[in-house]
């Protein structure tokens, strides 16, 4: 029962986020280009659950995240088996990395991933992402991204 109360409080925020982010992104958009992000990772033997765990990019529209970039998990993970809750850093490079956030509904695969910041070729990284599962291991990152000051 502790984890359906922790799965709902993460649920509104969520929908409260989702709401911010109708308020605050017009204005952030105005003074940035966007640009249309499209990604596919590999989980396979690579995801159990457990912090420090990777994807790998097997497909990116994104220049500075190339093929073979790792999407590596922090947690914390609120249940292994149904909803993953966690800090995400892309890893194009040791010095080329992406930090943001990714809360993920395991049993259908859809979640949401918002980047916020980023060094060398991700330096000004900002993206917001919708997440979707085409098998047990390959997933869909869809959404746009920006680089503030670019």
């Known amino acids: 029962m502790r984890s359906f109360h922790r799965l709902v409080a993460v649920a509104g925020t969520i929908v409260a986020l989702t709401g911010a982010l109708t308020v605050s992104v017009p204005s952030v958009l105005a003074s940035s280009a966007t640009h249309t992000l499209t990604i596919v990772k590999d989980c396979s033997g690579t995801m159990t659950g457990k912090v420090g765990e990777y994807c790998t990019v097997t497909s990116s529209n994104v220049p500075a995240i190339p093929k073979g970039t790792r999407v590596v998990y922090y947690g914390p993970v609120i249940s292994s088996s149904v909803f993953l809750s ?6 194009a490079s040791p010095k080329n990395t992406a930090t943001g956030y990714c809360m993920v509904d395991l049993h259908t695969g859809i979640g949401m991933c918002t ?15 919708h997440g979707s599962s085409e ?5 869909h990152w869809d959404g746009f991204y920006y680089r503030s000051g670019k």
Do not use: M, N
């Not at 966690?86 to 890893?91: E, G, L, P, Y």
């Not at 980047?115 to 992402?129: E, R, S, Y």
């Not at 098998?135 to 997933?139: E, G, I, K």
């Open 86 to 91: 966690s800090t995400v850093i892309i890893k």
């Open 115 to 129: 980047f916020w910041k980023g060094t060398g070729t991700l330096a000004g990284f900002h993206a917001v992402i």
């Open 135 to 139: 098998s047990p291991t390959a997933y």
